[in-house]
């Protein structure tokens, strides 16, 4: 069973920026791919950014520009991250950490992100 477990959430202000990490329990590299949800209250869950395993990334309109993903590729090569610069109060949400393989889908149980204004 693979499990993915993430840190690095917390209280900033507005303009702030924070770090997420997503530790798995297997190599990363051996996901078709992997990315950051969030789930706001009261709204459904949605994607914020994605890498495929040969490294193409994507990023949802609001966060562009923002937030970036990467990927450990030193020799753990087991943890995903998500820089996350120029925060605004609309970023505020359960951020979850997802990868998924041609059978399986996997997630995180979130770490909360809150931004101040």
């Known amino acids: 069973q693979v499990q993915l477990v993430e840190s690095g959430g917390g209280l900033v202000q507005a303009g702030g920026s924070l770090r997420l990490s997503c530790t798995a329990s297997r190599n990363i590299f051996s996901f078709n791919a992997m990315g950051w949800y969030r789930q706001a209250p009261g709204k459904q869950r949605e994607l914020v950014s994605s890498i495929t395993a040969s490294g193409t990334t994507n990023y949802a309109d609001s966060v562009k520009g923002r937030f970036t993903i990467s990927r450990d590729s030193a020799s753990a090569r087991n943890t995903l991250y998500l820089q996350m610069n120029s925060l605004k109060p609309e970023d505020t949400a359960v951020y979850y950490c997802?990868?998924?393989?041609?059978?399986?889908?996997?997630w995180g149980q979130g770490t909360q992100v809150t931004v101040s204004s």
């Open positions: 997802h990868a998924f393989t041609r059978s399986y889908d996997y």
